[in-house]
């Protein structure tokens, strides 16, 4: 009864900047952490980055300073700027969201993926 939906996603040159969003929506009560994960083509699924209810955030090593995690409470979204890409950025980005819905049950919830393709 929770959907993460993410958005922004497309091409751009090396450089550039590209800015990621994730709703929530549906039956929920609360969302705890946010994070958002990669998956380049061939490789695995690779945590990026995650901001937690009260705003503490944590980075892969190969996105610190380039990349900025934060949130929209009121509005239940996740967004994730991205600038100075690298064409190692390339990957479907994934939204994930620990949530309890209205029964007050924790559950984890992933989006669909938004593909970002850096390259001139």
């Known amino acids: 009864q929770v959907q993460l939906v993410e958005s922004g996603g497309g091409l751009v040159q090396p450089g550039g900047s590209l800015r990621l969003s994730c709703a929530a929506s549906?039956?929920?009560?609360?969302?705890?952490?946010m994070r958002w994960y990669r998956q380049p083509p061939g490789n695995q699924r690779e945590l990026v980055a995650r901001i937690t209810s009260g705003g503490s955030t944590n980075y892969a090593d190969s996105v610190k300073g380039r990349f900025t995690i934060s949130r929209d409470s009121a509005k239940n979204t996740v967004y994730l700027q991205m600038n100075s890409l690298k064409p190692e950025d390339t990957a479907v980005y994934y939204c994930?969201?620990?949530?309890?819905?209205?029964?007050?049950?924790?559950?984890?919830?992933w989006g669909r993926g938004t593909q970002v393709t850096v390259s001139s």
């Open positions: 549906g039956s929920i009560f609360s969302i705890n952490t």
């Open positions: 994930n969201a620990d949530v309890r819905d209205t029964t007050i049950s924790p559950y984890n919830y």
